[in-house]
């Protein structure tokens, strides 16, 4: 009797093996990594090595200097025919002096005087020097600039009304240029954006600001600064393996962490989900790296927030990967079909520490 049972279990185990070996097994990192090599690697792929532009906010602004299309309005008090002569079609009430290609103006007796380069305070005394020998020296000179063409900000990608936006000294930070813009989009990535100055590209995650964490709404913009702002559309996550539901998941303006990923997915399974082998598989490159998070680690570390082209996986159990393994045998499930192949020939172990 025992003799029928040991032959009756080897040929139950024979197709078993042959079974296991049909399929490819899953091949991971030898190397373990783990989760604070995730949150690093997170961080320098987020920035993608780029500055944050966080560091922006030490430049303090400087005042504003003139330059060429700059349009203002220059007033001698108690002598209108000393001023700006060129009638404003925006505001009848006043006249401008544009600053021309050759960076000057031209104002009545004086002629043409160059402006580029000028603070408001500088040119009131530039043109109070000019008009010395016309006023008295305690006259009363204003020089208001009305367009600022000269100092720019082009805003690009998911902004409601994007283009190119003047800086002026009541729109001088980021987030009041953004507001002139009409603000952001639903679509808006706010935590992956890109600031351009000097032909140096920063890291800009808006949403700190939004949130309060960070002040990098309040950077001064200097002229020719480009923001550009990416959808979050068509951005997915994939969750695969002991869950309640492998599915694609997309990544919304707020940003996805790994537990609500889990949890959009029914969880891991209680009979079947090994909590301690939850996978990240995320391009690092051009290549990708895995790495092995425990369920302990995400209630109890900052929440890891996961990134476009993300692959989740939550491998089986030992005991789940020998039941489906047998289960296949018994029920004669064709060789190397079927899902539950990528089950049983995880070997997390051997796999990831190459034993």
Not at 11 to 23: E, K, N, R, V
Not at 283 to 304: A, D, I, M, T
Request: aromatic content about 8%; charged content about 20%.
């Amino acid at each position: 009797m025992l003799l029928l049972r040991l032959v009756y279990l080897i040929l139950i185990l024979i197709p078993c093996f042959i079974c296991s070996g049909c399929t490819q097994p899953i091949k991971l990192s030898k190397t373990p990594l783990g989760f604070d090599e995730l949150i690093a690697d997170t961080t320098n792929i987020t920035h993608n090595i780029k500055p944050d532009a966080s560091v922006l906010l030490s430049v303090q602004p400087t005042e504003y200097r003139l330059g060429v299309g700059d349009e203002l309005v220059v007033s001698v008090w108690g002598r209108p025919d000393l001023g700006s002569q060129l009638p404003d079609v925006k505001d009848s009430r006043r006249n401008l002096s544009i600053i021309n290609e050759n960076g000057k103006i031209s104002l009545p007796f004086i002629g043409e005087i160059s402006m580029v380069g000028l603070t408001t305070t500088e040119a009131v005394e530039t043109i109070r020097k000019a008009y010395q020998t016309i006023v008295d020296d305690d006259a009363k000179i204003d020089v208001t600039i009305v367009g600022y063409q000269s100092g720019q900000v082009l805003l690009e990608g998911e902004i409601k009304q994007p283009g190119t936006y003047e800086i002026s000294n009541l729109a001088r930070t980021l987030g009041d240029i953004i507001l002139k813009a009409g603000g952001l989009r639903r679509t808006a990535d706010t935590r992956n954006a890109v600031l351009v100055r000097d032909n140096k590209i920063y890291h800009l995650n808006y949403h700190a600001g939004q949130l309060g964490i960070s002040q990098v709404h309040n950077i001064f913009m200097n002229n020719n600064d480009r923001v550009y702002f990416p959808s979050v559309e068509e951005k997915f996550v994939v969750v695969m393996g002991e869950v309640g539901l492998q599915r694609a998941i997309p990544i919304p303006v707020s940003g996805l962490r790994l537990t609500e990923a889990l949890a959009k997915s029914g969880g891991i399974s209680v009979v079947n989900g090994d909590y301690d082998k939850i996978f990240v598989s995320r391009f690092n490159g051009e290549l990708r790296k895995v790495y092995q998070l425990s369920l302990n680690e995400l209630l109890h570390e900052n929440p890891l927030m996961l990134q476009n082209n993300d692959l989740v996986f939550v491998g089986p159990t030992a005991l789940a990967r020998w039941s489906r393994l047998l289960g296949q045998a018994l029920t004669g499930v064709s060789v190397g079909t079927g899902v539950s192949s990528m089950y049983y020939n995880f070997n997390v172990d051997s796999n990831r520490y190459g034993k």
